[in-house]
């Protein structure tokens, strides 16, 4: 079967640095996806890695490697707003998206 | 502002009660979805369009029905609401089959 596996829940301080790991097994590999959700709210892209390496966007970095079937998100110099669940995702070789159950994050100050 | 729009906000229904939760979006996106959310358990996808008159089944199809008669329509009907369909249902789009979804702010279904 397909599965994606991320940790529960996170915890850190405001201002550190934190990094979410996501692991996939999938029946093929079409690109990963990291969302941020906050509570009661609708889930907002943050990143897109459909080959190996790492992309960075501001604050925030993704990493993949496909061989190891391995993601992290990294957040760096965290503030308060960033505590939020983080969804991992991962499209299949039928362009399906398969969801992790998510991330919570929180920052502490 | 360009989006998805859903409604209603939130719904208390009946068990029994047929209901259709509305989903529009101006963004002109070929590919819309439905998912529910529910604690603990990853988005599981009800139903997709991959364009306008076509429709296909997900992972959880069993009890909802869409249709998709334009690109901007794309409604999910419970026949007969049962308490297991209690959940935070979000609609998405997309433009292509690999590029990022875009979510509505979701339909908070409580089935009685």
């Known amino acids: 079967g397909q599965n994606i596996d991320q940790p529960t829940e996170m915890t850190a301080t405001e201002g550190a640095i934190v990094q979410i790991n996501c692991t996939y097994q999938t029946s093929g590999f079409n690109g990963l996806f990291w969302y941020q959700q906050h509570a009661g709210e609708a889930p907002t892209f943050l990143s897109y890695n459909v080959l190996d390496g790492l992309e960075e966007k501001g604050r925030f970095s993704s990493f993949l490697s496909r061989s190891k079937g391995y993601s992290y998100l990294l957040l760096k110099e965290l503030q308060m707003k960033d505590s939020a669940s983080y969804l991992c995702a991962v499209r299949d070789s039928n362009y399906q998206l398969i969801w992790g159950a998510g991330t919570k994050l929180i920052i502490k100050p | 502002i360009a989006g998805i729009t859903q409604a209603p906000t939130s719904q208390i229904l009946a068990a029994g009660r047929r209901m259709t939760l509305r989903c529009t979006q101006d963004m002109r996106h070929n590919a819309m979805y439905w998912y529910r959310q529910d604690l603990g358990l990853g988005l599981r996808l009800i139903h997709y369009?991959?364009?306008?008159?076509?429709?296909g089944k997900g992972e959880v199809p069993d009890g909802y029905s869409v249709s998709r008669a334009n690109t901007d329509d794309f409604p999910l009907t419970l026949a007969s609401a049962v308490p297991s369909q209690t959940s935070v249902y979000f609609c998405a789009s997309s433009l292509g089959s690999n590029s990022p979804l875009h979510f509505g702010n979701g339909t908070r279904l409580t089935v009685t």
């Open positions: 369009s991959n364009t306008a008159g076509t429709t």
